[in-house]
């Protein structure tokens, strides 16, 4: 069965600092893989995806993340974050075992940004 | 204004009550869902639908039933048998050949 771990569970940080959330996947065959985030009162949005190309995909308001297949890696980055990205974050995964109907959600990453 | 909605917003009930939460889409979606979000523990898949008429159990289905007669809608029933009823629902859909889910407001229900 699919899962996915995401290890960061609460991240505090000021305004302008650099953010990296990790998210590890454990299954080995084609996968389609999402960040999504959940602002506070707001609906469960998404936030990117990767379905395959190039690893190295960019998201709204300024985030990206990296698909290291390698790695079983779909980190999510922003260089330098505002109070306004303060919120909840999940990564999900789908993969061709389930033909790609079902998604596995993290346990989710709680950001908080201090202004 | 395509979109899901999800009503009512905040659900009360008593112990040993069955309840029903409401999805709509008007997307023209084919695939619906029901996820369980509680704290710390994500969102795990309770049923979903890929066709009217037609549903499967998800990960945690115990405790509930949904039926799909109509396209558009995917209710949900949380009954007496579920032992920790107490989370926020939400609903998702999916149009048909995109492996992207788009979400509901959710609803969140509180069993007293």
């Known amino acids: 069965a699919q899962s996915v771990s995401q290890h960061n569970h609460h991240v505090i940080l000021s305004e302008a600092a650099s953010l990296e959330l990790g998210c590890n996947y454990s299954y080995g065959g084609t996968v389609n893989l999402f960040w999504y985030v959940q602002y506070p009162g707001q609906h469960l949005q998404l936030l990117l995806k990767?379905?395959?190309?190039?690893?190295l995909v960019k998201g709204i308001k300024g985030f990206e993340a990296e698909f290291i297949k390698s790695k079983f890696s779909f980190n999510l980055r922003k260089p330098s974050v505002q109070w306004s990205d303060t919120a909840e974050y999940f990564c999900?995964?789908?993969?061709?075992?389930?033909?790609?109907?079902?998604?596995?959600f993290g346990t989710g990453t709680r950001l908080l940004v201090s202004p | 204004d395509g979109g899901i909605t999800q009503s009512p917003k905040y659900l009360f009930r008593k112990e040993g009550q069955n309840v029903t939460l409401s999805c709509e889409q008007n997307?023209?979606?084919?695939?619906m869902y029901w996820y369980r979000q509680d704290p710390g523990q994500g969102l795990r898949l309770i049923y979903y639908s890929q066709i009217v008429n037609d549903f499967q159990k998800g990960d945690i289905a115990e405790g509930y039933s949904v039926s799909r007669e109509k396209k558009e809608s995917f209710p949900l029933t949380v009954t007496s048998a579920q032992k920790n009823p107490t989370a926020f629902y939400l609903c998702?859909?999916?149009?048909?050949?995109?492996?992207?889910?788009?979400f509901g407001p959710g609803t969140r229900l509180t069993v007293l």
């Open positions: 999900a995964v789908n993969g061709m075992n389930t033909g790609f109907q079902k998604l596995v």
């Open positions: 990767y379905f395959s190309g190039d690893p």
């Open positions: 997307l023209n979606h084919d695939a």
């Open positions: 998702a859909s999916r149009e048909q050949g995109a492996p992207e889910q788009f």
